[in-house]
């Protein structure tokens, strides 16, 4: 019979230079760079807090936003936080998107307001919605 386990995903394990979590807010999309300056931390979330780990702003390359817009329509999503590295080779991977990612660390650190920016979308979705079921009236 043997053990029968639990459902598992195993993926190559790739070294790396940096994390980069990308928020993607209606086609926006706002990316960050997680560099451990001593590349201790298997994850950045383990070492958020230490001196050593050097938060910016990250430019993605147009063609990557691009790839990133198509994916999110393909899944039908209209927020998510993306995570991807920087491999030694300097090549960029996805990791995951999850649909319901905090974003408030990245948007203080990069002063991207990225609050402000979904207050002001859900504001203007709740007008709209208001206006459509009253206008008959």
Known sequence: ?????????FQK??????EIRVTYVEGWIYATSYLDLY???IDKKHVLTSNHMHVTPY????????KIRRFMRA???NYGA????????????FL?????GQFLYESLLCCYNIEQYIAELLIAQD??????KYRSV
């Open 1 to 9: 019979q043997g053990d029968v386990g639990f459902p598992s995903l």
């Open 13 to 18: 394990f790739y070294g790396r230079k940096e």
């Open 39 to 41: 590349d201790k931390a």
């Open 59 to 66: 430019k993605l390359d147009e063609d990557t936003c691009e």
């Open 75 to 77: 899944v039908n999503l």
């Open 82 to 93: 993306l995570d991807f590295m920087v491999g030694s080779d300097g090549q960029l991977i």
């Open 96 to 100: 995951e998107v999850n649909p319901s």
């Open 127 to 132: 007008k709209a919605c208001w206006n459509n």
